[in-house]
C-alpha cells in the first residue's frame, strides 16, 4: 500500500506529461535576408485542451518550405537549398522526445524551385514537385530513412497559356499519392491540368498513366489537391479564380472525373489580383473541406455531400495571419493550425465537430516567414 502511495503521483505525472504534448506540430519556413526564420521549428500541442507551446528550432536549414513526415513517425522530409543547379529534398531523423531533427542526407529534387514533397503510405516514395521548372520525381527511401537519388522525373506540359503572364510555361505545385498507393497526381498550374501517374513501391518510380491528365476550367491554375479519407472523392484548388474543383475518384485505374468547380469566396465577393488560393485539406471524418484564400486572407469551410462529394459553402473564416499559404488539421480533427506567409506567424483554431466552423483560440506564435504546418501525433 505504501508502495501504491509512492508510485501514484509519479504516475499521475508521467500521465500529465504525455498529454501536454501528445502531438508535435512543425513549421517550414522561408530563410534569407528578408527574414529571420533559421529552418524549421517545433511546437507542443495538447489535444484535449489545443494549447501549443513553442520547443524551439527543430533543424537550421536554408529555406524548408514545405515539409512530410514518415508513415513511421522516425522521419521529416523537407524540400530544402539546391544541390548544385538544381532544387534539394533533405531527410532528417526526428528526436521522438524533444521533437529535434537531425539531418541524415539530401538529394537532387531534379529540378529547379522544389516547393511540395509528400510520402506514400508505406514510407518507400518520397514524391517531389518542382515549381519552377514544372515537373516532377520520386525518390527511394531507404530503411534508415536516408533517400537515395531520384529514379524517375518528368517534365510537364504543354503549358495552357490561357493567361500569358501566368501560365506560359508549366509550373509543378503539389504532387499526392493516393489512398491505394497505386497512382500520385500533381498539380500543374501553368497547364491547367492534374497528371496522374502509376506508382512503383517496389521501384520508387513513377510512370505516366492512362489517361495522363485531368483538366479543371481553362485558366483556373490548380495548386494543392486533397483526398477524402475514404478515397472516393478528390479536389484541387485553383489558385488564380479561387476555386476548387472536385473529382471522383477511380482507385482501380487511377482516373479523376470532375464534379464540380464552385467559388472559394463568400457570395458576392469579387476576385481581385491579390486574390489566389493556397491549401486545401479534407477534415478527417469526411464530412468538412477547406481552402485557404490569400489576400482575403480567410479559410473556406464547405460541407461535403457524403454520397456525391459536392460542396455546400459555410463560412470564410477570418485566418487571423496574413496570407494563409498552408494551414493543417492535426490528427484528432479538433484543431486546425494557420500559417501566415507574410505576416502574424502562426494561430490556432478549434473546429466545430458539428458545423466544420473554424474559432480562434487566441493563441498566436511569432514565426517569421511561415510557410508550412504539418502535425505528428506521438501518442495513440
Not at 470532375?258 to 469579387?270: D, F, H, K, M
Not at 469526411?286 to 479559410?299: A, C, M, P, Q
Amino acid at each position: 500500500m505504501k508502495l501504491l502511495r509512492l508510485l501514484a503521483p509519479l504516475l499521475l505525472c508521467t500521465v500529465t506529461a504525455r498529454a501536454a504534448n501528445d502531438q508535435f506540430v512543425f513549421v517550414g519556413t522561408q530563410t534569407g535576408v528578408k527574414t529571420s526564420s533559421k529552418g524549421i521549428y517545433v511546437f507542443g500541442l495538447d489535444s484535449e485542451t489545443g494549447k501549443m507551446e513553442p520547443l524551439g528550432l527543430a533543424a537550421e536549414a536554408k529555406s524548408p518550405s514545405f515539409l512530410a513526415i514518415a508513415p513511421n513517425k522516425k522521419v521529416l522530409f523537407a524540400v530544402s537549398a539546391g544541390v548544385g543547379k538544381e532544387g534539394g529534398v533533405s531527410s532528417y531523423s526526428l528526436d521522438p522526445q524533444t521533437g529535434r531533427l537531425t539531418l541524415l542526407n539530401q538529394q537532387s529534387s531534379k529540378g529547379r524551385g522544389p516547393c511540395h514533397v509528400s510520402v506514400d503510405a508505406t514510407g518507400k516514395v518520397l514524391l517531389v514537385a518542382n515549381y519552377s521548372s514544372g515537373s516532377i520525381a520520386s525518390l527511394p527511401i531507404h530503411a534508415d530513412g536516408s533517400l537515395g537519388e531520384a529514379v524517375s522525373s518528368y517534365i510537364h506540359g504543354p503549358a495552357s497559356k490561357v493567361d500569358t503572364g501566368r501560365q506560359n510555361t508549366p509550373y509543378a505545385h503539389s504532387i499526392n499519392p493516393d489512398k491505394s498507393g497505386k497512382f500520385a497526381f500533381a498539380c500543374d498550374l501553368g497547364c491547367d491540368k492534374i497528371f496522374s501517374y502509376r506508382l512503383d513501391l517496389a521501384g520508387a518510380k513513377l510512370t505516366p498513366n492512362d489517361p495522363p491528365f485531368a483538366v479543371v476550367p481553362p485558366g483556373s491554375g490548380p495548386r494543392h489537391f486533397a483526398f477524402h479519407p475514404s478515397g472516393k472523392f478528390a479536389w484541387a484548388n485553383n489558385e488564380m479564380t479561387l476555386t476548387v474543383t472536385g473529382f471522383n475518384c477511380d482507385a482501380d485505374q487511377g482516373v479523376l472525373t470532375p464534379i464540380e468547380t464552385v467559388s472559394t469566396l463568400p457570395p458576392g465577393v469579387a476576385v481581385i489580383p491579390a486574390y489566389s488560393t493556397a491549401e486545401t485539406r479534407a477534415h478527417p471524418n469526411g464530412k468538412f473541406l477547406y481552402v485557404s484564400n490569400r489576400g482575403h486572407d480567410t479559410i473556406a469551410c464547405f460541407r461535403v455531400a457524403q454520397t456525391t462529394g459536392k460542396l455546400t459553402f459555410i463560412e470564410a473564416a477570418p485566418s487571423i495571419v496574413q496570407i494563409p499559404r498552408n494551414f493543417d488539421i492535426d490528427p484528432t480533427g479538433k484543431w486546425l493550425v494557420a500559417a501566415g506567409n507574410r505576416g502574424g506567424g502562426i494561430a490556432v483554431f478549434t473546429i466545430d465537430q458539428s458545423t466544420g466552423k473554424l474559432s480562434p483560440t487566441g493563441q498566436q506564435f511569432e514565426v517569421d516567414a511561415a510557410v508550412c504546418v504539418t502535425f505528428l501525433q506521438r501518442y495513440p
